[in-house]
């Protein structure tokens, strides 16, 4: 075991948080990296907040091509892909292509289970161990869909739930209102997911951040990385607006702009950014106790201290954080008819959040050495999954840094997998 080293982490969303915290458990020195400032919006602040064991399908999967063609289709569609002469993203588009099959999903799904079961135990010691609640909550995710096809297609994930080793039960309507009599629900039924749950992940980072800064990390905000100086086979330091950071190891978690952060580097590492949006109801007229996904909308709702978050959306346009109006009224106006004591006067004039995932075209995170450079460590790509993959995620690295023996094979998560 190797311990004591200088780690510099680029990225200070959810999985650079978290990757800096267990480095820092395990006794090394870590300076973290960040573009945005100690209030930066990064895209873990305004996402749904899930811990979603039941998200074993990558993003990858059969029918996604043909769903996301149809879906380009209408204005107010949750997913959708601007045209463009783009080199990187026809590459990505193919790959996408090449990845969404059966066998990929069959050799992903337990990967994916694995990690989000791990993050979901990491974070009941968490809750515990920064002293301060960030409403995680155990309660499970309802699937709700309105029609029985959907339902239908639903219990097909349930039934490979099951065969995983997981629990997932198909609901009527009235068991579905049964499992949370908090909110008035309108719909064929559901599949709820009891192992799943959610917390509140602005409150969360601020709890790790104030964890971090205790613990003696550093943080260079406002700073980004513009070059590095290498040797052969290894980074000798991250050129930065800041000056020259210096390290034993440096760890790319610097989510949608990773892919230019490495570039300099000659690495090509494929990723597209996907846009998502979410709005937060501070006091709407019901609140459910367990979060939900409105299945044929590709809504999230989640219960949060600050209220209650609806977010949706995948629009992959590039780096740009705009906000499409269409789109987030198509988000809005899915949740009165499913649940049917909202309106959609209930949304009106507040903020729209807006923030980048990184995906990687085969629907898995890049976790693990870069080939190239061995001082350089990928944590990124882990598209809607930062806040659920985050702690297995950060725990896994630092064992890579200190040179442990990992508890899961990351094997299929090789940066270098698409070389």
């Known amino acids: 075991m190797s311990t004591g080293k200088d780690i510099c982490v680029v990225g200070g969303g959810v999985i650079g948080l978290c990757t800096a915290y267990y480095a820092m458990k395990q006794g090394h020195r870590v300076t973290i990296i960040e573009r945005g400032g100690p209030e930066h919006d990064s895209c873990s602040l305004g996402n749904a907040g899930m811990i979603v064991p039941s998200h074993f399908i990558p993003l990858a999967a059969p029918g996604m091509v043909a769903l996301g063609a149809k879906m ?9 892909v601007r045209p463009r002469l783009d080199l990187d993203l026809i590459r990505w588009g193919a790959l996408f292509a090449k990845s969404a099959t059966a066998s990929h999903v069959a050799s992903s799904a337990p990967i994916l289970r694995d990690l989000h079961l791990a993050s979901r135990q990491r974070y009941q010691e968490l809750a515990r161990d920064l002293g301060d609640d960030f409403g995680f909550t155990k309660n499970g995710l309802l699937m709700l869909c309105k029609t029985e096809n959907a339902l239908h297609e639903e219990a097909h994930t349930a039934e490979m739930a099951c065969k995983l080793g997981m ?16 909110i008035t629900m309108n719909v064929a039924g559901s599949v709820y997911f009891p192992q799943d749950g959610h917390l509140t992940p602005q409150i969360f980072i601020e709890r790790l951040t104030r964890a971090l800064e205790a613990g003696g990390v550093s943080f260079q905000w406002n700073t980004e990385v513009t070059g590095w100086a290498v040797a052969p086979g290894r980074i000798v330091s991250a050129q930065t607006s800041g000056g020259a950071i210096i390290a034993d190891e440096y760890v790319l978690a610097g989510g949608a702009w990773s892919p230019q952060t490495v570039r300099a580097l000659g690495i090509r590492l494929p990723m597209q950014a996907g846009k998502g949006y979410s709005v937060t109801l501070p006091e709407p007229p019901q609140t459910p106790r367990v979060c939900s996904i409105l299945m ?7 219960p949060m201290l600050s209220g209650l978050r609806i977010g949706g959306t995948m629009e992959v346009t590039g780096l740009d954080l705009s906000i499409s109006q269409p789109r987030v009224d198509g988000i809005l106006e899915s949740v009165p008819r499913y649940f049917p004591k909202f309106a959609a006067s209930d949304f009106q004039s507040l903020p729209v959040w807006s923030g980048l995932r990184p995906c990687s075209p085969d629907g898995m995170p890049y976790v693990g050495r870069f080939a190239r450079y061995r001082n350089l460590v990928a944590a990124t790509g882990h598209a809607m999954m930062g806040i659920s993959l985050g702690p297995a995620t950060g725990e896994i690295l630092a064992d890579i840094l200190s040179e442990n023996a990992l508890k899961i094979d990351i094997s299929a998560l090789s940066p270098d997998r698409f070389h």
């Open 167 to 182: 629990e997932a039960k198909v609901l009527t309507p009235l068991e579905t209102a049964k499992v949370d009599p908090e």
């Open 296 to 302: 044929e909308a590709r809504v999230a709702v989640t």
């Open 72 to 80: 380009m289709l209408r204005p107010r569609s949750p997913f959708y």
